[in-house]
């Protein structure tokens, strides 16, 4: 169906993109998608039309009627008919030099493996569609060369290195001696009293602006990354140092300056607050731990006190990263058949899949019961599951919320979360998908949370995450339509990268 107000703008792109057809002759590489649904994001609601598009040398050159590409001469056409054409999809918050299935240890001893996996992972984010992934704690930048080595692989994004308070989150699980090695460039924040700068550093390195500069300038990131973890739900004393909120403020007003968004871990109702009260521009996670987990885990009523938080992160149009998949990936370690899962082979490789059905591949389910300090001994692997359930069931319910209240929700996974293979690249995105659907998120909100709002929160909109001239052919030919089933995100039948067209299976590991 067309509204008079769409007819009126698809003419207008007409007659723009006719002049461009006859003034530029067809190139050998011209790709013609012939009669396709188009449903472009970045209209508001999203209305499918029927269109053919153009891509010239990378690049949406022409969408319209088929009277409007006369002068075309595309080499390759694709016949679209009974299919949807939807931007590439973008993951936000992935951690590429993290493996799936391995921790740094088992990593080491099975080089031959990881040097697979790597080989492999920008094919399984492209298997699932996934043209742009934000790596948002990046520790090795010669991981990530060698990612953009590959031939094909999606745009990668990097927020660089996290930004730490001294002896912070992530610095703290570090061993002292390795600290100042391993983040030199940490903040310091002068607004904690308990914070000293240990002798002989020249505090000019640390300020806020100092360390946004070296994110920025040095590591090439183009958003950051701070922590704010208050405990794991009163699981474990807080025992690393807190940024202060006036530093955190700080650090957001520096961001701001030179136009990179800044991301907070925040997990719990009281980080989610902190948040909100410093301005951070994107809450990296759903709310999980409403208080502690002694008093809140059989809780399924958001209380009132969170409910409202959630409304004002809504309005005040925060990004919002739910991540289920961090949580619901421990939960699956204790779902027995995950690894029967018929999607995994496309994404790992054989012989890795083969060794996490090992008694050593099962690592994970060792590690979360000691983690746990005997509370699930002689607990079932379902029961266990169940426990887990219910911490996915408060994200769904507080996501559901900045759903409801018109929020800037993001699409992001958290892959690999705590190396876990249950967090499988790109197939960890279709598994994301699933829990927004189970929580009540509509498909529309999901295909805009995972293309153009995505875009904006990272500001990459002028390139990609909608379907319009212009942009980058970055774009995903479905047999099924999104807006009305989840399963589309696995009917991809063409993956469309810089305006060449493959088959989905070219990047399967199966291959
Ligand atoms: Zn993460």
């Not at 807190?242 to 530093?247: A, G, Q, V, Y």
């Not at 887990?388 to 996501?399: R, Y």
Request: charged share 25%.
């Amino acid at each position: 169906m067309f509204t008079k107000a769409s007819v009126f703008f698809a003419s207008i792109l007409i007659l723009l993109v006719s002049s461009v057809l006859t003034q530029t002759p067809a190139r050998e590489r011209d790709l013609l998608i012939r009669d396709v649904t188009v449903l472009d994001p970045a209209s508001e609601p999203i209305r499918p039309f029927q269109a053919s598009v153009l891509i010239r040398q990378g690049r949406i050159v022409f969408i319209g009627s088929k009277s409007g590409l006369k002068g075309a001469n595309a080499a390759r056409v694709i016949d679209g008919r009974g299919r949807y054409l939807i931007p590439g999809l973008i993951d936000s918050h992935t951690h590429l030099a993290n493996v799936a299935g391995l921790n740094r240890g088992l990593a080491k001893r099975h080089s031959d493996l990881v040097r697979e996996y790597r080989r492999q992972l920008p094919r399984s984010y492209l298997y699932f569609g996934y043209t742009t992934v934000i790596d948002v704690n990046v520790h090795s930048p010669e991981i990530l060369e060698q990612i953009k080595e590959a031939p094909v692989r999606p745009e990668v994004l990097t927020c660089g290195q996290q930004v730490e308070v001294l002896n912070g989150f992530m610095m703290a699980e570090t061993p002292p001696e390795e600290r100042l090695n391993e983040f030199p460039r940490f903040l310091h924040d002068r607004f904690n009293p308990k914070a000293v700068l240990p002798i002989g550093l020249d505090p000019r390195g640390h300020t806020p602006a100092a360390v946004v500069r070296t994110v920025t300038e040095v590591q090439g990131g183009q958003c950051l990354k701070m922590a704010h973890e208050n405990g794991f739900g009163g699981t474990e004393d807080v025992t690393c140092e807190m940024p202060s909120k006036e530093i955190v403020r700080k650090v957001a007003l520096e961001a701001e300056k030179v136009g990179v968004p800044l991301m907070l871990h925040a997990s719990s109702f009281e980080s989610q607050k902190f948040a909100l009260d410093t301005g951070v521009d994107i809450i990296a996670h759903g709310m999980w731990h409403w208080g502690d987990i002694s008093e809140y885990l059989e809780v399924t009523e958001l209380p009132a006190d969170h409910r409202a938080l959630l409304k004002r992160i809504a309005d005040a149009g925060t990004g919002y990263q739910p991540t289920f998949r961090v949580i619901a990936g421990q939960r699956d370690v204790f779902v027995d058949d995950f690894l029967a899962n018929p999607a995994l082979p496309h994404v790992y490789p054989r012989r890795m899949l083969e060794w996490l059905s090992t008694e050593e591949g099962r690592w994970q389910e060792r590690n979360i019961k000691k983690y746990a300090k005997g509370f699930f001994d002689g607990k079932s692997n379902a029961e266990i599951a169940a426990f887990m359930q219910l911490m996915v069931d408060k994200i769904g319910i507080s996501a559901k919320v900045i759903a409801d209240s018109d929020g800037f929700l993001l699409f992001g996974t958290d892959t690999p979360s705590s190396n876990a293979h249950t967090n499988p690249p790109g197939l960890n995105g279709f598994l994301e998908m699933q829990e927004w659907q189970k929580a009540g998120i509509s498909l529309e909100a999901l295909l805009k949370a995972a293309t153009i709002s995505n875009a904006r929160a990272f500001g990459i909109e002028s390139n990609v995450g909608s379907v319009r001239p212009g942009m980058r052919a970055d774009l995903l030919l479905l047999r099924n339509d999104p807006l009305k089933d989840l399963s589309a995100y696995d009917s991809i039948d063409f993956v469309i990268k810089n305006g060449r067209a493959f088959e989905r299976a070219a990047f399967s590991a199966a291959k």
